[in-house]
C-alpha cells in the first residue's frame, strides 16, 4: 500500500485517521505541526501528505508548498474546514495540492479522497511514461528512416592560411534533411540515446568518402568524431580502414569538451589513426577539461581554439593574451594552431597579430551542402 503523512494538531483526529489508514493497510507517520512536518519530510518519503490548513506555523498550504519542492512524487492534499475559495484555486493552480478534503467529514469520505487523489497520479503517471515510450519509440523510427536513406549531408566550410587567406581545407559538419532532426546537435542526441552512435559514424565515413572523391586533391577534410568512438578501437580501425586511401588528407577531430583522457582504450584507437596515415586535432581547445594534457597526449597535428574565445577578441586583451598563449604551446608541442568563428575582419587581423596558422569561420565562408558538385 501507501506511506501517508498525516499533519494535524488535534491529536484526536490525528490518531483516529492513523488508526483508519492502518486499517486499510497503508504505512503511517504524523506530525503536530508544519516545522515537524517538514522535518519529517526531509527524512523519509511518502506516497501522499494530509495537512490540516490551520496548524502552528508554518500553515498546510505552506508546507504543501515546500513538499512540492522536497517530494515531486508526493500526492498532496490539504484538510480544512474554512478557507477562501481563491485561496484553494490558487494553490490547486500553482500544483501546491492536488485536493481539499474539508471538514467535519467521515472515514469512508476521507478514503475515498486519498485515495482518489493516489490513484489519479498514478493514471498522470502512467500517461507521462506511455507518452514519453511513444516519443522514444517515434524518435528512434526517425532515426532508422535517416541512417537508412539519403538524408545525411555534410557541409563543408573553409579553413584558410593565416598568411594569405588561401584555401588550405575544409571541415566537414554534419548536416541532416529529416524533418525530426533540425540540427546536428538534435541528431547526436538521439544516436547517443539509441545505442546508435556507431551507426551514424558509419554513414558519416561514408559520406565522407564521397566528398573526396569529388575534392580537390590538395585538400585537407577535417572531420569531427564522437569522443566515444574512441572506446572501441576495433570499430574505429574497420570504419576508418574503409577510408584509408585518403588517409593523408583527412584529420579526424577530436573535442576536449570531454575528457578524452577517461574513455577507455583511446590510445589504441588514437595510435591505430596515426599509424595509418590519419592525422588528429584536438578541437575546442580551452574549452574543455585539461588542455595541457590533452596536447601533451594525443601529439595532435592541429589544435583549435574554441570560437568562444575568439568572439570580440580585437577589443578584449585577456582573449589576446590566452590565444598567444595557446599558440606558444601549440608551437611547443609541434601543433599549427586553427582559430575557428571568426566573422570580421578586425578578429581576423587579431588573431594573426598573434601567431595563428589557420583560420575558420564565417568571415571565410559558411557551411555549404554540394559544395563540389
Not at 554513414?203 to 585538400?219: G, H, K, N
Request: proline share 4%; aromatic share 6%.
Amino acid at each position: 500500500m501507501s506511506r501517508i503523512l498525516v499533519v494535524d494538531d488535534d491529536a484526536g483526529l490525528r490518531d483516529v485517521l492513523r488508526s483508519l489508514l492502518l486499517r486499510i493497510g497503508h504505512e503511517v507517520e504524523t506530525a503536530v505541526d508544519g516545522a515537524e512536518a517538514l522535518t519529517k519530510a526531509v527524512s523519509a518519503d511518502y506516497d501522499a501528505a494530509v495537512v490540516d490548513y490551520q496548524i502552528p506555523p508554518p500553515n498546510g498550504l505552506d508546507v504543501l508548498n515546500r513538499l512540492r519542492d522536497i517530494q515531486p512524487k508526493c500526492v498532496r492534499l490539504l484538510m480544512s474546514g474554512t478557507l477562501d475559495l481563491p485561496v484553494v484555486e490558487d494553490a490547486v493552480n500553482r500544483g501546491e495540492i492536488a485536493r481539499v478534503i474539508r471538514k467535519p467529514f467521515d472515514g469512508q469520505s476521507f478514503v475515498n479522497a486519498l485515495d482518489g487523489a493516489i490513484t489519479g497520479r498514478a493514471r498522470l503517471r502512467d500517461a507521462y511514461l506511455g507518452a514519453q515510450r511513444e516519443g522514444f519509440d517515434r524518435q528512434r523510427r526517425h532515426l532508422e528512416e535517416c541512417l537508412s536513406s539519403g538524408m545525411l549531408k555534410l557541409a563543408l566550410q573553409p579553413i584558410v592560411r593565416a598568411g594569405d587567406s588561401a584555401v588550405a581545407g575544409y571541415e566537414a559538419l554534419l548536416r541532416s534533411g529529416h524533418p525530426g532532426f533540425d540540427t546536428p546537435i538534435a541528431l547526436i542526441a538521439a544516436a547517443e540515446s539509441h545505442g546508435m552512435l556507431g551507426r551514424l559514424a558509419d554513414r558519416v565515413a561514408e559520406c565522407v568518402a564521397q566528398v573526396l572523391a569529388v575534392m580537390p586533391p590538395d585538400s585537407t577534410l577535417f572531420i569531427n568524431a564522437h569522443p566515444a568512438e574512441l572506446a572501441e578501437p576495433d570499430e574505429v580501425r574497420r570504419r576508418f580502414g574503409s577510408l584509408g586511401p585518403w588517409a593523408e588528407r583527412i584529420v579526424v577531430e577530436i573535442t576536449e569538451r570531454t575528457d578524452v583522457l577517461q574513455i577507455m582504450n583511446w590510445h589504441r584507437a588514437v595510435d591505430f589513426l596515426t599509424g595509418a596515415g590519419f592525422r588528429i586535432a584536438v578541437d575546442d581547445l580551452g574549452a574543455g577539461y585539461n588542455s595541457l594534457a590533452v596536447l601533451a597526449e594525443l601529439h595532435p597535428a592541429f589544435a583549435k581554439v574554441d570560437m568562444t574565445i575568439v568572439r570580440n577578441i580585437d577589443t578584449d586583451m585577456r582573449k589576446q593574451r590566452l590565444v598567444e598563449l595557446l599558440a606558444h604551446v601549440a608551437r611547443a608541442t609541434q601543433a599549427q594552431l586553427i582559430v575557428e568563428g571568426i566573422e570580421t575582419e578586425a578578429e581576423a587581423a587579431a588573431v594573426r597579430r598573434l601567431g595563428t596558422d589557420y583560420l575558420q569561420g564565417f568571415l571565410f565562408g559558411r557551411p555549404t551542402i554540394d559544395l563540389f558538385g
